[in-house]
């Protein structure tokens, strides 16, 4: 299972699941329990089916506009609402498609809540470990921010320092600046086909 490397880890999306709600602890164990599901049942849904399952929980529980707009940066702003659109489609396709790719088994892992505080500005990390047998742990730490009655996933830091959406910006960024809005959507529906199994 690629879930092995530390590689494979930094390519991952901050998702969680569909049972976001007023806790930022138990958005993460929502999270949590519904990507062991998909993991446990991952030969048997294949990519196809982790990709449709995993659908509604990022949807539901990631901020994916708000995380869409942070990795462009500044330059949202020059974007018309038809590409802003076009851009968080992509980038929740990307989002759902990697968490499908990566967790494609499931070797014993297990997810635990080291610990939970607010931070500045009013958000909130949920530190967590996945366990992982015979190996060391990874660190996997989670920003929420609060959006209506639920707390959602903004970010996810890897190793507690490595921000997802921090190594995403610098090629956004540069790709719309370069190239234009059409050029970045299509950078990132790139980057979706090349994590479906080939053929």
Known sequence: MRLITTAALLALWACAPAFAGGDPKATIDGFDAALLDVMKNANK???????DKLTPVLQNTYDLPLMAR???????ATLTPDQQTKVVEAFAALSIATYASRFDGFGGEQFQITSEAPTTGGDDVVDTK?????????????????SGDDWKVIDVFLSGTISQLANYRSEFSATLRNKGADALVQLINDKVAALAPKG
């Open 45 to 51: 849904l294949g990519y196809k089916g982790r990709y």
């Open 130 to 146: 996945m366990i992982r047998p015979n190996d060391d742990p990874v660190d996997l730490n989670y920003r929420l921010r609060k």
């Open 70 to 76: 942070i990795s462009v940066g500044p330059q949202w």
